[in-house]
């Protein structure tokens, strides 16, 4: 299994402010994945990070809002810019495990205010 | 489009057996996970069914039916702990998950 911890755990940002979420796993994996779950809702995935490239972003995420950085295999970053009430979510991060699993975060909750 | 689709809250009480049903329409498909998430907490897996039939893991059992698209997740003995919210989600080929919209259960004494 693997073992991942994200910072900030819990945030309270103003409106037009950034924030920089980072996910940090105890072994090398391939793919990270960032997950967006707003309150009470289910699980969207925002993009898949793969070290050396570029993100792979889902319909409705673009990478300028969005922007992740992935410097190595067991690091990487979501930004949320420009924040507005709406982006007001949980993000997980998430890598791969044995056997189809995908082993999550601890997750960041995000307030906008 | 993709969507995976889920009672939204389910009631037992403690000692009891409950199924989680999960009906899904994606663009290709590998096979169906369920994810246990309690309140605060981390999505963590409970299992996965790439082939039709029955998985059995304790106290928890998932079956697949690839031909109607449905699937379910069986909780028996019922416990309080059991108390969370449950989520499908399939393996569509991409290594990314596309989760379902969730079940809340709710698990009286």
């Known amino acids: 299994s693997a073992v991942i911890s994200q910072k900030p755990s819990r945030d309270i940002c103003q409106r037009g402010t950034s924030l920089t979420i980072q996910c940090q796993v105890d072994s090398q994996v391939t793919m990270m994945f960032w997950y967006r779950q707003q309150p009470g809702q289910s699980l969207t995935l925002i993009a898949t990070a793969n070290q050396g490239s570029e993100a792979t972003y889902e319909s409705g995420f673009v990478i300028d809002k969005f922007p992740i950085s992935r410097p190595n295999l067991t690091f990487s970053t979501l930004t949320v810019s420009n924040m507005s009430p709406e982006d007001s979510s949980i993000y997980l991060c998430?890598?791969?495990?044995?056997?189809?699993?995908?082993?999550f975060g601890p997750g960041t909750r995000l307030l906008v205010l | 489009g993709q969507s995976l689709e889920q009672p939204s809250e389910v009631t037992a009480v403690e000692g009891a057996i409950v199924q989680i049903n999960c009906t899904y329409q994606?663009?290709?498909?590998?096979?169906l996970s369920w994810y246990q998430q309690h309140d605060g907490g981390a999505p963590t897996f409970l299992s996965y069914n790439a082939l039709d039939g029955l998985e059995e893991t304790g106290r928890f059992s998932s079956f697949l039916s690839r031909s109607d698209s449905y699937g379910y997740l069986l909780l028996q003995e019922l416990q309080m702990k059991d108390s969370a919210s449950y989520f499908c989600a399939a393996d569509t080929g991409r290594r990314a998950l596309t989760f379902g919209s969730g079940t809340r259960l709710q698990v009286q004494p």
């Open positions: 998430s890598v791969e495990g044995l056997q189809e699993t995908q082993y």
């Open positions: 994606t663009s290709g498909f590998y096979g």
